[in-house]
């Protein structure tokens, strides 16, 4: 691929979310963003693992049609308590729920990254895994948590970024950025296989 300064490789996010385009943003080079329109239904028998990457690639390619010459991120995350997969709650009983059920627990983060040339049809994808352990919380701290963070839209009902850091007692994790929604320490690793080296682009 060409690196040369004259051509640069242009990067499209395929998320919606402002989390990720807020992680992407730290690396410093210019991107796109676009809501990837796909079917997030698990299939029978799949693991998160498995999930997870699968979405992160069909998000990528969905765009391929629309960017026909960058590299095109996809990623997703899945949330795993005691073998049940937490989706975004949606709103304030849900999150209640979903928090009090994983209090003094661990939950498992299956959080994948793709990054596909969609000149070339070649994809690379890469997962992390973050267990997150929560502290043993009642139900005022949790429902006090919901008010004022309103988590709604975050797979486990928290922001670890934010004040969610106060419901965790420890992380089990290779990149803290993972959580949030994107793992920049394997999605550096992944574009410099797809010819783009962050401090040379810079």
Same mark, same amino acid.
């Given at each position: ?11 499209v996010?395929?998320? %919606?979310?402002p989390?990720?385009r807020?992680l ?6 210019? &991107?796109?963003?676009?809501s ?8 029978? +028998? ?5 999930? %997870? ?8 390619h =969905?765009? #391929?049609n ?14 795993? *308590? ?11 009983? #849900? =999150?209640?729920?979903q /928090?009090l059920? =994983?209090? +003094?627990?661990? $939950?498992?983060? &299956?959080?994948?990254? !793709? ?14 895994k973050? $267990? $997150?352990?929560? #502290?043993?919380? %009642? ?6 948590? $919901? ?6 839209? !975050?797979?486990?009902?928290f ?7 106060? /419901?965790?007692e ?8 993972a *959580? ?9 690793? *992944?574009l410099?296989? !797809? +010819?783009?080296?962050? *401090?040379?682009? #810079?």
């Amino acid at each position: 691929m060409n690196t040369h300064p004259s051509s640069p490789i242009r990067l499209v996010l395929a998320s %919606s979310s402002p989390y990720r385009r807020e992680l992407l943003a730290k690396l410093g080079i210019p &991107f796109e963003s676009a809501s990837p329109d796909i079917d997030e239904t698990a299939m029978a +028998g799949e693991t998160p693992t498995q999930l %997870s990457k699968r979405l992160a690639e069909e998000k990528a390619h =969905a765009l #391929r049609n629309h960017f026909p010459a960058h590299l095109i991120i996809g990623s997703d995350q899945v949330a795993m *308590l005691d073998g049940v997969q937490l989706g975004k709650p949606g709103d304030t009983a #849900r =999150a209640v729920a979903q /928090l009090l059920a =994983a209090s +003094g627990k661990a $939950v498992e983060f &299956f959080t994948s990254v !793709c990054v596909m040339n969609s000149k070339t049809g070649m994809t690379v994808s890469d997962t992390d895994k973050t $267990v $997150v352990h929560f #502290r043993t919380l %009642s139900r005022r701290k949790i429902e006090r948590y $919901v008010d004022i963070e309103r988590p709604f839209d !975050c797979a486990g009902g928290f922001k670890s970024e934010s004040l969610g850091i106060a /419901l965790i007692e420890r992380l089990e994790t290779a990149d803290p950025n993972a *959580l949030v929604g994107l793992p920049l320490i394997r999605l550096v690793g *992944l574009l410099e296989k !797809c +010819g783009l080296e962050i *401090l040379v682009q #810079r």
